[in-house]
């Protein structure tokens, strides 16, 4: 059981230069959820989504896009990166829609937008 | 939509005194509130969590109480040990109950 997975660990990227996080969760999970951490700024929410099929955007979503592929994947991409992007990104899971229950977060990926 | 701010920012402490964290919140219909511990370079793992039908809660060392009222909440930990050096976040659930809105954080420094 491996829990919550994230690809790649590191990136470095140019400004300009597009990619995707992927993020993978074996607990059979329906929510699922991307952060970025940034020094003094604690953990802001991008996107989620609450069950297979949907999203929402959280707190900061400008710069992003997600696909809920299938109940245990659940990617984010950056089209045209940006040295504001710069950060270290979390995917997380939980178990109940509409009642979080403890969320499972993955590694992290740390990427850095030069 | 919800914020939550948290205090302070820095918290630096003996061992074996004791450390508070306080947060607050804007939505009302907020009614889940966890904490997360993040150790440096890991990732965050829930530590307590409360929910809004109860004031407060307790287990072993750590304690979160609950005022609606107010808007707030806090993280008691006791006895504090080298080893609860973090970073502590406080978070509440957003008015649908699908996401959550987490504070800033606090470092907490034990010194031994």
């Known amino acids: 059981n491996a829990g919550v997975t994230q690809t790649p660990k590191f990136q470095v990227l140019k400004t300009g230069q597009s990619m995707t996080l992927q993020c993978a969760q074996d607990?059979?999970?329906?929510?699922m959820y991307w952060y970025r951490q940034d020094p003094g700024m604690g953990l802001r929410l991008i996107y989620y989504?609450?069950?297979?099929?949907?999203?929402d955007k959280g707190e900061v979503p400008n710069g992003y896009n997600v696909s809920r592929l299938n109940k245990r994947e659940f990617s984010l991409r950056l089209e045209s990166a940006a040295p504001s992007q710069t950060s270290v990104y979390f995917c997380?899971?939980?178990?109940?829609?509409?009642?979080?229950?403890?969320?499972?977060f993955g590694p992290g990926t740390r990427l850095t937008v030069t | 939509g919800e914020n939550v701010e948290q205090h302070p920012s820095t918290l630096s402490v003996q061992e074996g005194d004791s450390a508070v964290i306080k947060c607050t919140y804007s939505?009302?219909?907020?009614?889940?509130f966890p904490w997360y511990k993040q150790e440096l370079g890991k990732r965050p793992q829930l530590i307590i969590d409360?929910?809004?039908?109860?004031g407060e809660k307790k287990d072993q060392r750590i304690a979160v109480t609950l005022n609606k009222t107010a808007k707030h909440f806090s993280l008691h930990i006791t006895e504090t040990q080298p080893e609860d050096s973090a970073v502590y976040f406080c978070?509440?659930?957003?008015?649908?109950?699908?996401?959550?809105?987490f504070g800033k954080g606090t470092t907490l420094s034990v010194s031994s």
């Open positions: 997380a899971s939980s178990e109940v829609v509409g009642d979080p229950y403890e969320q499972y």
């Open positions: 607990m059979n999970h329906n929510s």
């Open positions: 989504s609450a069950s297979e099929g949907t999203t």
């Open positions: 939505d009302s219909a907020s009614n889940y």
């Open positions: 409360i929910r809004s039908n109860v």
């Open positions: 978070a509440a659930d957003n008015q649908a109950g699908t996401a959550l809105i």
